[in-house]
């Protein structure tokens, strides 16, 4: 995950539009980078514990923190944030190869997306968790349509601190989780181990550890698509790697301008 706290301002006010209206937006890749679009509500600002006025705005940003290309279908997975909050998750797909975007998951309020892998064209997982500030309550977001349709599924049948460390799966059936539960404060074991044989539908847990396990050898990223911060345009760069190069596909504005109530929003009626 790649932090981005505190980049420079690059746009004025941030577009108001109903809820439902930024998750069937549609972005349309021209060449510049494309802006998210993001409702910055009283109610928004409110449940994060927010306090923005139109003299002391809070500026708001997008993070990328995982990508995923099948066949000509790419996924982008993270969060809209400000300095010290997360707001939203946010999922990015295209069908084009990255000419045309939109969100095929509604956005979760106070939790962020981090890592994602299809085993086939078909079945893939999105993992992720709510942040309240501690990270708890890990998820899966699945897919068994090839990310058409997407179903969001708790790791606990209770609510527990607790992040994603890593999963893989070798099967459409069959995988394994590590979860990090050493900012819980509990005493004991602060690593967990499970394995599903339901392709993530429910989690058995295998074994608790002290410390965090190795990575395996070559287990980690996508040598095909990479996704980067950008100083000099304030975007993050989709690219894919072509012979020893890398290939601009797409781009995605960090800043998503100041969260602010419209003009005369906070009168008294």
């Known amino acids: 995950m790649v932090p981005v706290r505190g980049v420079i301002r690059l746009l004025p006010l941030l577009i108001w539009m109903p809820a439902a209206a930024q998750q069937n937006a549609i972005l ?13 509500t009283q109610e928004e ?15 708001v940003y997008l ?10 279908r790419l996924f982008l997975a993270g969060n809209i944030h400000t300095g010290s909050l997360t707001l939203q998750s946010v999922l990015l797909a295209s069908a084009d190869a990255g000419k045309t975007w939109s969100e ?3 956005r979760i309020r106070r939790a962020s997306l981090d890592r994602i892998q299809f085993f086939d064209y078909a079945n893939g997982w999105i993992s992720g968790q709510t ?3 501690l990270p708890r309550e890990p998820f899966f977001l699945i897919t068994t349509d090839g990310g058409a349709t997407w179903r969001r599924r708790p790791i606990f049948s209770e609510s527990r601190i607790g992040a994603v460390d890593r999963f893989r799966f070798t099967s459409a059936a069959n995988g394994t989780l590590w979860i990090d539960r050493s900012q819980s404060g509990e005493p004991g074991a602060a690593w967990e181990r499970y394995e599903t044989a339901s392709g993530g539908e429910s989690w058995t847990l295998r074994e608790a550890v002290a410390r965090p396990p190795a990575s395996p050898a070559g287990s ?3 040598d095909v698509w990479r996704v980067r911060p950008d100083a000099k345009t304030g975007a993050y760069k989709l690219e894919r790697r072509t ?27």
């Open 45 to 59: 600002a409110a449940a994060a514990g927010l306090h923005c006025s139109e003299d002391d705005p809070c500026d």
């Open 243 to 269: 012979g020893s190069g890398w290939q601009l596909v797409a781009a995605f504005l960090i800043s998503l301008g100041p969260c602010a109530p419209p003009a005369g929003s906070l009168a008294e009626p």
């Open 131 to 133: 942040v309240q500030p």
């Open 63 to 72: 993070e990328i923190s995982a990508v995923e290309g099948v066949g000509a």
């Open 104 to 106: 095929p998951f509604e």
């Open 220 to 222: 980690e990223g996508d």
């Open 28 to 40: 349309t890749n021209t060449g510049e980078p494309l802006r998210l679009p993001y409702q910055c």
